[in-house]
């Protein structure tokens, strides 16, 4: 069965620079979701899109942005990067108010 | 703060033992949810509970909700080395900014062979 394709794997990047990391949710799923994970840390909600619409926000910076796409993948943009930025970023797919499928993360360095 | 927070947030138990882990929530929900990751690893889904339902098993997995304690607890039975990995609970809230899906801070389960 198809799951959630996160792309890249890992990314590393250097203070001030900008990164893009790319989601492709479950065929059909009309939400996603976008997590951060520092170290040791639980997961951190930062934004969630239904119907590539935004839906909520969290405790995303201001230098991230995120959007959704017509063919339902989703890009998180995070500009200016500092080195606390550095941790997993996961995203995740469903169907509204059902249960969330993770992809396996992005690990971003940012040295 | 995090909408979910759970205890104990380390558990250390023999193979075969059974498994505690509970979630205590802020505000009002939608559903609340369970997951488990592995190091470094995507969360994987467990068991979904919505706001009307008071218990749920998935194999030797049971969950209970009490949304007047604003809690749940998450019990695994007969544990096995394999379950090694953090827990954590989600809280699904529709407001009218949006929906969200909240992570607690996890419990990491230890299970010794």
């Known amino acids: ?97 059902r249960e969330a499928f993770f992809g396996q993360g992005t690990r971003l360095t940012v040295v | 703060s995090q909408q979910g927070e759970e205890d104990p947030q380390a558990l250390s138990i023999q193979e075969g033992e059974n498994a505690t882990m509970n979630c205590s929530y802020k505000t009002s929900i939608n559903n609340l949810q369970w997951y488990r990751q592995n190091s470094g690893r995507g969360l994987v889904h467990l068991i979904l509970i919505r706001s009307n339902e008071r218990e749920k098993h998935s194999g030797r997995l049971r969950v209970t909700l009490d949304t007047s304690k604003k809690s749940s607890s998450l019990l695994i039975t007969a544990s096995r080395a394999a379950d090694t990995a953090s827990y954590f609970c989600a809280t699904d809230t529709i407001n009218t900014g949006g929906f969200k899906t909240i992570f607690g801070a996890g419990t990491r389960l230890f299970v010794k062979a």
């Not at chain 1, 959007?67 to 469903?94: I, R, T, V």
């Open chain 1, 1 to 97: 069965a198809a799951g959630v394709i996160q792309s890249p794997r890992h990314l590393i990047k250097e203070k001030r620079e900008t990164a893009t990391l790319k989601c492709y949710p479950i065929p059909r799923h009309d939400t996603v979701y976008w997590y951060q994970q520092g170290p040791g840390q639980d997961p951190q909600f930062l934004i969630s899109f239904y119907e590539k619409m935004q839906s909520d926000k969290g405790s995303i910076p201001d230098r991230f942005s995120a959007q959704q796409f017509s063919d339902y993948h989703s890009e998180l943009n995070m500009s200016s990067l500092e080195l606390g930025d550095s941790a997993l970023y996961f995203c995740a797919s469903s169907l509204i108010q």
